[in-house]
């Protein structure tokens, strides 16, 4: 596989196109002629391409909701086999996302995007994975589904060789995005500003105390989940990260597992005047995960998975 490269390939512009998969990958935008990622877990997927090749893909212009590796009939586009998060590729744009590395996204002409090239295939610029998770598709088997944001088009080009002797300052990176709505912060004040998984209160300058609200189910596109307080945890940072990136399993009656091990780790805390809505639970299990809690963490009673 071609060495990676994040960020904007020097000499090629947002916008330029090119006629074939053959071109793209002499000029070094997407390397691979048949894959649509080019990623492994150990470095990162620094370019995909997005051409109608899965019947789950969402194409919204500056949001891509996209369909991962694996089990794809390509004379159809219909999944006949399950997807996972141990592909090279998957795992490669997960890597991504945890690092925040950008992903140069390219679009190829198929008519079920208005967003496409009228032919051929056209560079989009730099986009930032900012979540993924693992549902069912429409053939009823399991795909990991990425959310992709579009960055700035002044974001810088290539960055360093990560393997060079020579120091550099890397690019700018993406950030997991803490979403603050008065919503968040009626939770996060509900709950002292303590952790509900460990109940750590991280104290900070000013006699204040620091901590994150977390949807439970996500909001936007595909998800929708609502910004209320229904839909939001108070958590550490650490905690919040586990969450967020499928480390951890929250059941509906608030056992929290982690799903490696399928260990319970506790419940989750509570206080009366903060009303949880168990159906984002059972939502985020079943659309998230892409399994039940007994599937990914055998160790759980059955109690906890109902």
Not at 124 to 138: C, N, P, S
Not at 213 to 235: F, K, M, S, Y
Request: glycine share 14%.
């Amino acid at each position: 596989m071609a060495k990676k490269r994040f960020g904007h390939i020097d000499g090629v512009s947002v916008g330029q196109e090119f006629e074939s998969r053959a071109a793209l990958a002499a000029a070094g935008v997407h390397p691979p002629t048949m894959p649509g990622i080019h990623g492994t877990k150990k470095d990162g997927a620094d370019s995909i391409v997005v051409s109608g090749g899965y019947v789950d893909d969402v194409d919204l212009g500056d949001v891509i909701i996209y369909t991962g590796a694996g089990g794809n009939d390509s004379n159809t586009g219909r999944q006949v086999a399950d997807q996972s998060l141990e592909h090279p590729n998957n795992a490669g744009l997960v890597t991504s996302q945890l690092a925040g590395l950008p992903v140069r996204v390219s679009r190829g002409r198929h008519r079920g995007s208005a967003h496409a090239p009228a032919a051929g295939y056209r560079y989009e610029g730099l986009f930032a994975v900012v979540d993924h998770w693992v549902d069912v598709g429409r053939d009823g088997y399991k795909i990991v589904r990425f959310r992709l944001e579009k960055l700035s088009d002044g974001a810088p080009a290539e960055g360093p060789d990560p393997h060079s002797d020579t120091p550099a300052y890397a690019t700018t990176t993406v950030t997991r995005r803490i979403r603050d709505s008065a919503a968040a912060r009626w939770v996060k004040e509900a709950h002292g500003h303590a952790c509900q998984i460990c109940g750590v209160v991280i104290p900070v300058d000013g006699g204040r105390n620091y901590a994150e609200g977390a949807h439970i189910r996500p909001l936007g596109v595909p998800h929708d989940g609502p910004d209320d307080t229904g839909n939001l945890l108070c958590l550490c940072p650490n905690h919040h990260a586990q969450f967020d990136h499928g480390g951890l399993a929250i059941t509906p009656d608030f056992d929290v597992v982690e799903r490696g091990s399928g260990r319970s780790i506790g419940r989750l805390r509570t206080v009366p005047r903060h009303r949880i809505g168990v159906e984002h639970f059972e939502y985020r299990l079943a659309h998230m995960h892409g399994r039940t809690v007994q599937e990914s963490a055998p160790g759980v009673s059955a109690s906890a998975a109902r």
